[in-house]
């Protein structure tokens, strides 16, 4: 199974907001941290706002911070709403499915459980778990958080 760009990009920023909880980052901000396109993280972030897991503002003092906490944020439904589609294979969709040996097929069966043990550890993760030690991720990203002791 192959995760989109889209859910890539999407886990991404809010990686970043969750290590920089203290202030307000910018779409150009993190699309330079990660060397990815700010026009195509646009799209994520409006997405991701829509979808109530971050808050934006606009305007001089604006920029973007998580909606909830990182430890509300599950990565299973995260993938299962950024997915645009989990079939792993022609015969999940009945319109498409065009194999001979379908009637006795048993691979999308064992497709399916697959499927459904990969969303099941993802579903067992959240946001949180993720950035447990932030240091590191922030200093990879070039903008290292306060050490604890300030």
Request: charged letters at 20%.
């Amino acid at each position: 199974m192959r995760l989109t760009t889209y859910t890539d990009y999407a886990l991404r920023v809010l990686i970043f907001l969750a290590v920089h909880p203290e202030r307000r980052p910018t779409i150009a901000e993190i699309a330079a941290a990660y060397g990815i396109s700010k026009n195509h993280l646009m799209k994520v972030v409006v997405e991701l706002g829509r979808a109530g897991e971050i808050v934006t503002t606009r305007g001089k003092n604006g920029g973007l911070g998580l909606a909830r906490d990182p430890a509300a944020i599950g990565l299973g439904d995260l993938v299962r709403r950024t997915e645009p589609d989990l079939a792993l294979a022609p015969c999940f969709d009945p319109a498409r499915a065009v194999c001979a040996i379908q009637p006795a097929c048993r691979l999308k069966g064992v497709l399916a459980e697959a499927r459904s043990a990969f969303l099941g550890v993802l579903d067992s993760y959240t946001l949180a778990d993720l950035v447990l030690d932030p240091q590191p991720i922030a200093a990879l990203l070039g903008d290292p958080p306060p050490s604890p002791e300030s």
